[in-house]
């Protein structure tokens, strides 16, 4: 109240009087981590302002900050949190704190033009995310120690093989020792050197992945063993004994263009390659009272946000009238008829399409393609004559960037680039691909959130018992009954196909199964 604080707990008879006026619209209240206020039981009528989220808007790049790290920004006047202080003290101080925080951090928000963004998309989703996390998603313990064995047999396997190319055992894991038999023993060339060896990044194995049948198998090795130090073994101990699922964390508050990421276990890095991805989604499972997992995932989003971006006819015309857009890329680019359009054809004008949303250079796609330098610039070069939109929307939104030094997605989110002024060409290279590929991701990952607040509500509204369990990437994964199970997907359409009216579609996959590999 002013200038003085106070520390009400729960139970007490202040807490009785206190509590039920969050709910009164009348009174405006402020927080810092609005999820935590949801997990310990805040209510999702409360009026309640997330200065930590407003934060993160106003400049992502200081993601979740805590009270003392937002008051040394925006209050660097303010005195800071003493160290000293008990916890009592400190949260007492803290909110006092907060409470000034919010009408300075929320005058940038305006000023940005991002209360639209924070009302009606970010503030909503806390509660979105709360309830997921909750909610958790059951684990099929028999069935994850069965991959886990077929996994450790096939990590043997691959030993084996990998032994038998090098013709001698060796530590597979030991950069020196395998930079000595790829590059002394075996003849590769080499690309770097350190103190320590040879490199034997990924970036080097890739690069040599054709030149020798040694390197594909060290490549699928580390996959699997990634795989399953990250999964196989550590989800295990991530259940929760009492309700046998496995609640991940969501972050709202971590990536530059607005994405969504969870943490404890990641599930934004499960493979999207078939065999080994299915290996992770099949041991994830409907709980008891389910009888399915239905996953709804966008279409090509990013691409058909590019079309609506760029207005290129080629992409506008391909989307339209629901044509494959990488086989029509190809006809373009490689100047054939859409039916003489090879599997080989059609894999390379992806690589182009998606490598042309992340700002990919000549030689990262000579890498992706295992072909020369010379020959990715030519595709890149053929690529822009045919498709003169996209290059037009390129450029103008680098000249932008440069000229303000930022640039916004579709729905106004905001990403600072302060290197795009370096002197250093690395640095400006770096911001230039990040203004190309910015409003883009950013545009898909407003779209998801709003689509995931408005299926919740949709769900909720119906009474329905099913329920959203996680976020992947363009991915939404539900919790359905054999009952449900048409409405939900009748819901999923409306929020997720119609949330946003662009130039060109905006479809929907949807499947189910008994697990989330059937469903995939």
């Given at each position: 109240?002013?200038?003085?604080?106070?520390?009400?707990?729960?139970?007490?008879?202040?807490?009785?009087?206190?509590?039920?006026?969050?709910?009164?619209?009348?009174?405006?209240?402020?927080?810092?981590?609005?999820?935590?206020?949801?997990?310990?039981?805040?209510?999702?009528?409360?009026?309640?302002?997330?200065?930590?989220?407003?934060?993160?808007?106003?400049?992502?790049?200081?993601?979740?900050?805590?009270?003392?790290q937002?008051?040394?920004?925006?209050l660097?006047?303010?005195?800071?949190?003493?160290?000293?202080?008990?916890?009592?003290e400190?949260a007492?101080?803290?909110?006092?704190?907060?409470?000034?925080?919010?009408?300075?951090?929320?005058?940038?928000?305006k000023?940005?033009?991002?209360?639209?963004?924070?009302?009606?998309m970010?503030?909503?989703l806390?509660?979105?995310?709360?309830?997921?996390?909750?909610?958790?998603?059951?684990?099929?313990?028999?069935?994850?120690?069965?991959?886990?064995?077929?996994v450790?047999?096939?990590?043997?396997?691959?030993?084996q093989?990998?032994?038998?190319?090098?013709?001698?055992?060796?530590n597979?894991?030991?950069?020196?020792?395998l930079?000595?038999?790829?590059?002394?023993?075996?003849?590769?060339?080499?690309?770097?050197?350190?103190?320590?060896?040879?490199?034997?990044?990924?970036?080097?194995?890739?690069?040599?992945r054709?030149?020798?049948?040694?390197?594909?198998?060290?490549?699928e090795y580390?996959?699997?063993?990634?795989?399953?130090?990250?999964?196989?073994?550590?989800?295990?101990?991530?259940?929760?004994?009492?309700?046998?699922?496995?609640h991940?964390?969501f972050?709202?508050?971590?990536?530059?263009?607005?994405?969504?990421?969870?943490?404890?276990?990641?599930?934004q890095?499960i493979?999207?390659?078939k065999?080994?991805?299915r290996?992770i989604?099949?041991?994830?499972?409907?709980?008891?009272?389910?009888?399915?997992?239905?996953?709804?995932?966008?279409?090509?989003?990013?691409?058909?946000?590019?079309?609506?971006?760029?207005?290129?006819?080629?992409f506008?015309?391909?989307?339209?009238?629901?044509?494959?857009?990488?086989?029509?890329?190809?006809?373009?680019?490689?100047?054939v008829p859409?039916?003489?359009?090879t599997?080989?054809l059609?894999?390379?004008?992806?690589?182009?399409?998606?490598?042309?949303?992340?700002?990919i250079?000549?030689?990262?796609?000579?890498?992706?393609?295992?072909?020369?330098?010379?020959?990715?610039?030519?595709?890149?070069?053929?690529?822009?004559?045919?498709?003169p939109?996209?290059?037009?929307?390129?450029?103008?939104?680098?000249?932008?960037?440069?000229?303000?030094?930022?640039?916004?997605?579709l729905?106004?989110?905001?990403?600072d680039l302060?290197?795009?002024?370096?002197?250093?060409f690395?640095?400006?290279?770096?911001a230039?691909?990040?203004?190309?590929?910015?409003?883009?991701?950013?545009?898909?990952?407003?779209?998801?959130?709003?689509?995931?607040v408005?299926?919740?509500?949709?769900?909720?509204?119906?009474?329905?018992?099913?329920?959203?369990?996680?976020?992947?990437?363009?991915?939404?994964?539900?919790?359905?009954?054999?009952?449900?199970?048409?409405?939900?997907?009748?819901?999923?359409?409306?929020?997720?196909?119609?949330?946003?009216?662009?130039?060109?579609?905006?479809?929907?996959?949807?499947?189910?199964?008994?697990?989330?590999?059937?469903?995939?």
């Amino acid at each position: 109240t002013g200038d003085e604080n106070a520390v009400v707990e729960s139970g007490s008879e202040a807490w009785d009087i206190l509590y039920p006026l969050l709910e009164d619209a009348s009174l405006r209240w402020v927080t810092i981590d609005l999820k935590s206020f949801f997990h310990v039981g805040g209510s999702k009528e409360a009026h309640v302002e997330d200065v930590q989220l407003a934060a993160y808007l106003a400049d992502p790049s200081i993601g979740t900050a805590d009270v003392e790290q937002l008051r040394s920004i925006w209050l660097p006047s303010a005195p800071a949190i003493s160290a000293d202080e008990d916890e009592t003290e400190k949260a007492a101080e803290g909110a006092g704190i907060v409470s000034k925080l919010w009408p300075v951090i929320f005058e940038k928000l305006k000023g940005y033009d991002m209360e639209k963004l924070y009302n009606d998309m970010e503030k909503p989703l806390v509660a979105v995310l709360a309830e997921m996390e909750e909610n958790g998603i059951y684990v099929n313990r028999g069935r994850l120690s069965a991959q886990a064995e077929a996994v450790g047999k096939k990590l043997l396997d691959l030993e084996q093989e990998i032994y038998t190319l090098a013709k001698h055992p060796f530590n597979i894991n030991s950069p020196k020792q395998l930079g000595e038999v790829l590059f002394d023993e075996l003849g590769l060339p080499a690309q770097k050197k350190t103190k320590t060896g040879y490199s034997t990044n990924a970036e080097v194995l890739n690069s040599l992945r054709y030149v020798h049948p040694i390197v594909e198998k060290i490549l699928e090795y580390r996959l699997w063993m990634k795989l399953k130090s990250t999964y196989l073994d550590s989800i295990g101990e991530l259940i929760d004994s009492e309700t046998k699922r496995v609640h991940t964390t969501f972050n709202q508050m971590v990536t530059a263009t607005g994405r969504l990421s969870s943490s404890d276990p990641n599930l934004q890095n499960i493979p999207v390659r078939k065999e080994e991805g299915r290996i992770i989604r099949e041991f994830f499972e409907p709980g008891e009272g389910y009888d399915y997992l239905l996953s709804a995932d966008y279409s090509q989003i990013e691409l058909r946000i590019l079309a609506h971006l760029s207005q290129d006819k080629n992409f506008v015309n391909a989307f339209t009238h629901d044509e494959d857009i990488h086989a029509r890329t190809a006809s373009e680019v490689f100047g054939v008829p859409m039916e003489d359009v090879t599997s080989e054809l059609r894999r390379r004008a992806k690589a182009v399409n998606f490598g042309i949303v992340y700002g990919i250079s000549d030689y990262g796609l000579s890498q992706d393609l295992g072909i020369s330098r010379k020959d990715a610039a030519g595709y890149i070069k053929s690529y822009f004559e045919k498709c003169p939109g996209v290059k037009s929307f390129i450029d103008g939104t680098v000249s932008e960037a440069h000229e303000k030094g930022y640039v916004t997605t579709l729905f106004g989110r905001r990403r600072d680039l302060p290197q795009i002024h370096s002197k250093n060409f690395t640095q400006r290279s770096l911001a230039e691909r990040m203004a190309m590929n910015t409003p883009i991701q950013g545009t898909a990952a407003d779209i998801i959130k709003l689509a995931m607040v408005a299926a919740y509500r949709a769900i909720k509204d119906a009474g329905l018992k099913s329920r959203i369990l996680l976020q992947v990437h363009d991915e939404l994964v539900i919790e359905t009954t054999e009952e449900e199970l048409s409405k939900v997907q009748e819901i999923l359409r409306g929020a997720m196909e119609k949330i946003v009216s662009l130039s060109v579609p905006l479809p929907i996959d949807i499947h189910y199964g008994k697990n989330w590999a059937e469903a995939k």
